[in-house]
């Protein structure tokens, strides 16, 4: 059965530590699509990148990077030099096999950075 | 312009109460979804319209019922709800479906509360 991991709930770093967040994912599918989101305190699900199952480069975008592997099914997303603002819940999610229309979202990692 | 709005931000009302959830999205997007999200939870798919047609309705009671009078807006009329129903509402749209799972554009949500 398809299934979205983020096996870590709850993390706190200092600020200007890197931290990694975790994503582990199950699907059958050889066409998919893996996802993170940030929900800050405010509520609102802010995309931050899509990536697709053929497309295994790692992406850099400024503080953030994602480190994409197939071959342990793992999509982690790495917040480098991390400052307060980084503080939010952040969801993986993956594209429904039955679907393409429906995302499947981990339970999320809340993410502090303290002070 | 990557936006979706919602109205209200803050919702209250009792249980014998008929009230709308507003959505509108500017981007030309062709689908658009409305979520259930309670603390601590990921957001839960409730409802997906696409190209203006119902194309998912999670099983959810009939006291909720979604519109899509238009490719820009969608509603969600609220009937008879109980206190369980509190829960933040999150519209999202995406381009369009039938092809590769794109990412969702999310609005700020509605902070429903039911009394």
């Known amino acids: 059965a398809q299934k979205v991991t983020q096996a870590q709930t709850e993390i706190s770093v200092v600020e200007k530590e890197d931290v990694t967040l975790d994503c582990v994912y199950e699907t059958r599918d050889t066409t998919y699509y893996l996802f993170w989101y940030k929900q800050p305190p405010s509520g609102e699900l802010v995309f931050l990148i899509r990536?697709?199952?053929?497309?295994?480069q790692n992406e850099i975008s400024g503080r953030y990077s994602w480190n994409f592997q197939k071959s342990t099914s793992s999509f982690n997303f790495t917040i480098t030099a991390s400052q307060v603002v980084d503080s939010a819940v952040y969801f993986c999610a993956l594209s429904d096999e039955n679907r393409d229309d429906k995302i499947i979202f981990g339970k999320g990692t809340r993410l502090h950075i303290l002070p | 312009d990557t936006e979706v709005t919602q109205t209200p931000k803050h919702l209250v009302m009792g249980m014998t109460n008929k009230k709308s959830l507003k959505c509108e999205q500017h981007m030309g997007h062709r689908a658009m979804y409305w979520y259930k999200q309670k603390a601590k939870k990921p957001p839960e798919l409730m409802f997906v319209?696409?190209?203006?047609?119902?194309?998912i309705n999670e099983s959810v009671p009939s006291r909720f019922s979604p519109e899509c009078p238009n490719s820009s807006l969608l509603n969600l009329h609220l009937h008879a709800l109980q206190p369980e129903d509190s829960a933040l509402y999150l519209c999202?749209?995406?381009?369009?479906?039938?092809?590769?799972?794109?990412?969702?554009?999310f609005g700020p949500g509605t902070r429903l509360t039911v009394t």
């Open positions: 999202a749209s995406s381009q369009g479906t039938g092809g590769p799972t794109y990412e969702q554009y």
């Open positions: 319209y696409s190209y203006e047609k119902l194309s």
């Open positions: 990536r697709n199952s053929f497309d295994e």
